[in-house]
Structure formats: structure tokens, C-alpha cells
């Protein structure tokens, strides 16, 4: 395991399969199953070359998407 590399932060980074968003010409674009690593204290995201560069490859040559959903989107609320 990797220790996480935001300063000061006491965590190690385990794999996690996730959902990815992108927004691309003004679209969501959901990747799912989305191999990252995740800190387990303070949630930073890191992606590898290979996973970046195959979104890269889906965007660049959009076809029919695997799955969709529907994207709802919430009133955006004061904090508290
Ligand atoms: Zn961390």
C-alpha cells in the first residue's frame, strides 16, 4: 500500500472500483467500475496513467454508451 501523499495526512491508499464522472462538451459522461485508489482518511483520488488515457480513448470516439441513467440534480443548499 501506498501512504497518501496530501501533506500531513496519516493515510494509506486502497483500491476501490468507483463511479467517474466527466463532463465532456457540456455532457455527464458516467465511467463506471472505475479502478482508482482511494485514501482511506482523507478521500483523495488516484487514477493511473492507463485508466486516464482509456477514458481519454472513449471520449475521443464516443460510440453508444454501455448503460445510462438518469441525472437528477438536487437544489443547491446553504451550509450549515
Ligand atoms: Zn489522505
Redesign the pocket.
Known amino acids: 500500500m501506498k501512504?497518501?501523499?496530501?501533506q500531513s495526512?496519516?493515510?494509506?491508499?486502497e483500491e476501490r472500483r468507483i463511479a467517474h464522472v466527466v463532463k465532456y462538451h457540456g455532457e455527464m459522461i458516467v465511467f463506471d467500475n472505475v479502478l482508482v485508489e482511494v485514501?482511506?482518511?482523507?478521500?483523495?483520488v488516484l487514477m493511473s496513467l492507463e485508466t486516464a488515457e482509456a477514458m481519454e480513448a472513449v471520449l475521443a470516439n464516443l460510440g453508444k454508451p454501455n448503460r445510462s441513467a438518469p441525472v437528477y440534480e438536487l437544489p443547491s443548499f446553504e451550509a450549515a
Do not use: A, L
Open positions: 501512504k497518501c501523499s496530501i495526512c496519516p493515510g494509506m491508499y485514501c482511506s482518511v482523507c478521500g483523495d
